[in-house]
């Protein structure tokens, strides 16, 4: 159960990252960097403290790619077509889990075959489909189809230390996206900068690496539908924004599929 408490609040607190975005800056790509970077200066000191060894496997860099590919796929989708039909794509991620599942030879369970039409029909309730097939659909199907496979990657990291992983995730995102911020630097507030690199960053992806290791491919990502149902709720709880009946109705479908990949 350990392993499902820790992808649980891993989503919890990646779900209030609408906060420190919406009070950090307004290019999303150069949000990304400052999440990343920032995530990389608080874990920097913590790796050398925990004695962690620092080497660098073909595994760390599959998982580090896929990791940044699924943040900027999604960061895109979100500039070219509704925020919500985004999270929407983001989130078919366990659809590609499951048939990974599979192809790993994994008995699927009941429970699961349940849980995701279940969590993923509460997800259209809560959120906006886009009927135009455009580069931000693209976007987003290549970023639930990177999340599903970051998913898959973890499960294989048995040899390393979630510490070990988030920090080379964040490291190898702050690097490839250096370039961009210095041709697109601008001003940041500190506060909520550092906010963003630890809250929904460093803390969650640590959290959300070990929790998958624990638990069965399948049931991880299912688990973690609830970030986009508590990212709602911050939205109506800190910015006001008032949630419809679907909305309310898909977040409890959300709240059930979870409580089913939770059975034993």
């Not at 490291?171 to 507030?189: H, K, Q, R, T």
């Amino acid at each position: 159960m350990r392993g499902e408490f820790a992808i649980l609040f891993s989503a919890i607190l990646m779900g209030t990252i609408s906060i420190f975005v919406r009070n950090t800056g307004s290019d999303p790509i150069f949000v990304a960097f400052i999440r990343l970077s920032f995530a990389t200066i608080f874990l920097l000191p913590i790796l050398f403290l925990l004695g962690e060894e620092f080497r660098i496997t073909r595994l760390h860099i599959a998982l580090a790619f896929f990791n940044l590919l699924t943040i900027v796929s999604y960061v895109s989708a979100i500039q070219q077509i509704e925020a919500g039909t985004a999270a929407l794509l983001l989130y078919t991620a366990p659809i590609y889990v499951l048939i990974l599942a599979i192809l790993h030879g994994e008995k699927i369970e009941r429970e699961t075959i349940i849980s995701i039409p279940l969590g993923l029909f509460g997800l259209y309730l809560m959120l906006s489909p886009y009927p135009e097939f455009n580069l931000g659909l693209i976007s987003g199907v290549i970023s639930g189809i990177s999340y599903a496979v970051v998913f898959a990657l973890t499960k294989k990291a048995k040899d390393f230390s979630s510490f070990n992983i988030t920090f080379f995730n964040v490291l190898f995102g702050s690097i490839i996206l250096l370039p961009y911020a210095l041709l697109n630097f601008s001003e940041f507030p500190l506060f909520w900068a550092f906010g963003l690199g630890l809250i929904p960053t460093a803390i969650p992806f640590t959290l959300f690496i070990y929790g998958v290791k624990k638990v069965k491919l399948q049931r991880a990502p299912i688990i973690a539908l609830i970030e986009p149902l508590f990212a709602i709720l911050v939205g109506f709880l800190y910015f006001g924004e008032v949630l419809s009946f679907s909305q309310l109705l898909g977040g409890f479908l959300v709240l059930s599929a979870t409580a089913l990949a939770w059975r034993k």
